[in-house]
């Protein structure tokens, strides 16, 4: 167990670098198991996330070895074992390895997987696209025994993006026989991201960044070296709690077009941020203004992964804000926590509607996901006394030091350990 204390009401000023991205380099770690040798993936974040799924590749026969941020994979001897132990059913991005297993032994076991309590994420989609391209599954006492002869391409149409979904058809497609259409696809940077990888290990994809993405069968790929992006919710995350309680930083590692309508929704509330070199400066003084409505969407709209951090903005910004969570319903966890702090947040069925400019107090509260964990920090920051925030297990899953990169910024920020 650990616990973050925080002490409030202290501008934030100074430097920070964004760690390698969570959400990009989970797909990829999938990814390299489709090729028997050699991955090696730069800055990539040392998180429990991560780590877990090593955990997965190395009972699989990979062996890993970190070099400071750098991480070599040999995947040259694999075992086509089951992905079913408690490592596999804890962590959300266990199902990638359907995709790749399915592609490299032709067959995959595989474990319901679990992650952040946010809302039901049903894997039908994953299912159904896998069935077009050949695949036998049976589901059974929740796991999925799958099988094919051969991966042959199709053309798959999603009823709505997925982003699971989209790595997933992706890892099968690449060395499937003939060409592989994936129509509404996922267009978050976390895909593209992965299509770069994939290509540059010798895959054949067009697409990128766009909702229709191609993909022509290989019949191999081959040892590559890639530079995992910096993680746009982590830079986010920094941004907002500069936002909140105040002072003038630099963020290193801030993409525009990643980040472009969470940046937005910021300057809309006050911020004065400038971009240059995928550096941002950003300035908060005076009160913050209400946005409004704000409304999660898929990419490019603003991200669900970023919604409860901004709950903890709305309610220190003057005027009434609402929040409309379109994608997992059960993303407002935080508001009961926030509300003990002080907020005045009301859930009407997917909406928070937020009353700005409260005196948030410091008291005990508890992460119960990742980015809610990350909201209650922010939340600390701006606070009057001391904030313990207990359960940041789930803040380590996707952040590698946010206690330390805080400090950085001159938070009064530390964690504590707990045996």
């Known amino acids: 167990m650990s616990s973050v204390v925080v002490s409030g009401l202290s501008s934030l000023y100074g430097e920070v670098s964004i760690q390698g991205s969570k959400n990009a380099v989970l797909p990829i770690l999938a990814a390299s198991l489709l090729h028997p040798g050699v991955t090696v993936l730069k800055d990539c974040p040392y998180i429990s996330d991560v780590c877990d799924m090593l955990l997965i590749m190395e009972d699989l026969g990979c062996q890993v070895k970190w070099d400071n941020s750098t991480l070599i994979i040999d995947a040259t001897n694999t075992n086509p074992i089951p992905v079913t132990g408690e490592t596999a059913k804890k962590t959300r991005g266990s199902i990638l390895f359907l995709g790749a297993l399915l592609s490299r032994n032709k067959q995959a076991v595989i474990s319901y997987p679990g992650g952040c309590t946010i809302g039901k994420r049903p894997i039908d989609i994953h299912i159904n ?46 060395l499937a026989e003939g060409i592989t259409e994936i129509v509404n696809a996922a267009r978050e940077p976390e895909i593209t991201a992965l299509c770069e990888f994939l290509i540059q290990s010798g895959a054949k994809i ?176 701006t606070a009057e006394g001391i904030t313990v925030i207990r359960n940041t297990e789930f803040v380590e899953r996707g952040y590698v030091d946010i206690c330390k990169d805080l400090r950085n910024l001159n938070a009064n920020i530390r964690i504590i350990k707990e045996v």
Do not use: W
């Open 129 to 174: 696209s896998l069935k077009k391209m050949g695949v036998v599954l049976k589901d059974e006492e929740n796991v999925l025994t799958c099988s094919v002869s051969k991966l042959r391409g199709t053309r798959i149409e999603f009823p709505s993006p997925s982003v699971g979904a989209t790595e997933n058809v992706l890892l099968a497609a690449v």
């Open 206 to 381: 067009t697409g990128l960044g766009t909702s229709c993405l191609r993909i022509e069968g290989v019949d191999e790929l081959h040892d590559t070296s890639y530079q995992v992006p910096p993680d746009r919710i982590v830079a986010g995350t920094y941004l907002t709690a500069v936002a909140a309680a105040s002072g003038y930083a630099v963020i290193h590692g801030v993409i525009e077009q990643d980040l472009a309508e969470v940046i937005y929704v910021l300057r809309k509330m006050g911020c004065v941020i400038d971009l240059r070199e995928n550096k941002a400066f950003i300035k908060r003084n005076g009160v913050l203004q209400s946005p409004g409505i704000i409304i999660t969407e898929p990419f490019p709209g603003f991200p669900t992964d970023m919604q409860s951090q901004f709950l903890s903005l709305m309610s220190v910004s003057y005027g009434e804000s609402v929040l409309e969570e379109r994608i997992f319903e059960a993303r407002f966890n935080v508001v009961e926590d926030l509300n003990r702090m002080g907020a005045l947040i009301n859930i009407e069925e997917k909406r928070a509607v937020v009353q700005g400019l409260r005196k948030l107090r410091g008291t005990e509260v508890v992460a119960k996901d990742l980015r809610g964990g990350a909201a209650l920090i922010i939340a600390g920051l």
